[in-house]
């Protein structure tokens, strides 16, 4: 049984960086594992296997002050020599990394059974996928996507599918024709959740990546919505599309992103943002929600409010760095471009570009939630928010801004 003081997970002491939060189950795990359990917009609870939908679980502060009580009266922390301290925590963190390793494990074989079983289902053969060959598959789909449409299915709750950058091999792989026509098999199977999409490893942007990546798309009111990467891979034998077409086939003068947005424990709705023309704070903001550089905008906080109940009034956010409203460095050199302005509500951009030392914190975003007076704008203008404005207004009218986080993000492909 762990100590008080200890992550039921890692099993590693609770600290200023790893501070206890309490899941809905009752049981307390350290903020690193909650990160790393995180699959899927849910997690799964290692002590009992609860599972959860991704929230703001609270620190629990009653435990914290217990365990500065406990500290403070034992006074055993500084008998113990500090050799003895860095084995202890080297072996704590080997449990920790082979009970996160282990879960992993164990949902990829849930998740690979789903899909097989889904994928034999739709292409109306009960033999394995791994027992097919290479060319049957992709035949199946070739005949199937010119038969008439299906009728459409508009529900929100439809089954997900990955997106992969990794160089692992699967079978078999969707041209980007066939997922744009949404015809026949290719629609069931993004309703079904089933298609993966990858990125061979030699086409990664940073060689830091070393893990399969890999990202949900879903069918959501008849569009296609891409999410942010995660650190997994796709199931085995999903239908593959290139991460580098979905990308290529966007149109760079008026892509449509999205923000993801919750509070006091659940999402709250979802920010639709218009990117144009195509500049380099656009093509920015289109890395960060899709993750493609390792960085995103998922899990961080909205920083501050700007002119709160005035013309005006905006809110800030965007710091994938560091999280305080002191980071968000630039990925790339921005080129020197003479952005739009704009006063009105709903206008997104850049608070800091352009300034002494703007590099630093040039992606963080700001969004106009009210008009400023007339005759006066903003500048640095690089988006503009479709829906969801009323929304973001709830949310600054919050004591506390730093509660509303970015739970999810990424890019909606056909619009």
């Known amino acids: 049984m762990n100590k008080v003081d200890e992550c039921g997970v890692c099993c590693l002491t609770y600290e200023n960086e790893r501070r206890p939060h309490a899941l809905p189950c009752g049981h307390t795990l350290c903020s690193a594992c909650i990160q790393k359990l995180i699959k899927n917009k849910n997690i799964s609870c290692q002590c009992c296997r609860s599972c959860h ?29 500090d050799t003895v301290k860095t084995a202890v925590k080297s072996m704590r963190e080997a449990v ?43 035949t199946t789909l070739d005949n199937s996507v010119n038969k008439p449409e299906s009728a459409l299915n508009n529900s929100m709750d439809v089954p997900e599918m990955a997106v992969n950058n990794s160089g692992n091999k699967q079978d078999p792989v969707i041209s980007i024709d066939k997922l744009r026509r949404m015809r026949g098999s290719i629609k069931r199977l993004l309703e079904r959740g089933v298609v993966a999409v990858q990125e061979h490893e030699g086409r990664r942007l940073r060689s830091s990546l070393s893990r399969s990546r890999s990202s949900r798309i879903t069918l959501e009111n008849g569009n296609v919505y891409l999410y942010c990467l995660d650190e997994q891979p796709p199931p085995l034998g999903a239908h593959t599309v290139q991460l580098s077409e979905l990308m290529g086939g966007l149109d760079p003068s008026s892509t449509l992103a999205f923000l993801d947005v919750g509070w006091g424990g659940s999402t709250k709705g979802r920010v ?11 093509r920015q903001f289109i890395l960060l929600c899709t993750g493609q550089r390792g960085h995103s905008y998922r899990n961080t906080s909205l920083l501050s409010v700007w002119n709160r109940d005035s013309p005006g009034e905006c809110v800030r956010g965007g710091d994938y760095e560091l999280n305080d409203g002191n980071g968000g460095r630039e990925l790339d050199a921005l080129p020197c471009v003479n952005y739009r302005c704009s006063g009105k509500a709903g206008a997104v951009r850049t608070p800091w570009w352009g300034y002494p030392d703007g590099e630093l914190t040039a992606a963080q975003f700001v969004i106009t939630t009210r008009d400023c007076d007339s005759g006066q704008d903003y500048s640095n203008v690089f988006g503009e928010v479709e ?29």
């Open 387 to 415: 829906s969801g404005l009323e929304m973001l207004k709830e949310a600054v009218s919050l004591i506390d801004i730093t509660e509303v986080t970015v739970v999810d993000c990424g890019l909606v492909l056909n619009r």
């Open 272 to 282: 639709h943002i218009r990117l144009r023309p195509d500049t380099g704070l656009s």
């Open 96 to 138: 920790g990394t082979m009970t996160t390793a282990f879960g992993t494990i164990t949902t990829a074989l849930e998740t690979m059974a789903t899909a097989l079983k889904t994928v034999n289902t739709e292409l109306g053969d009960t033999r394995p996928v791994s027992a097919k060959s290479q060319n049957e598959p992709q």
């Open 53 to 81: 939908p991704v929230e703001h679980f609270p620190v629990n502060y009653a435990l914290e002050a217990a365990i500065k009580q406990l500290t403070s009266q034992t006074g055993e922390a500084a008998s113990v020599p």
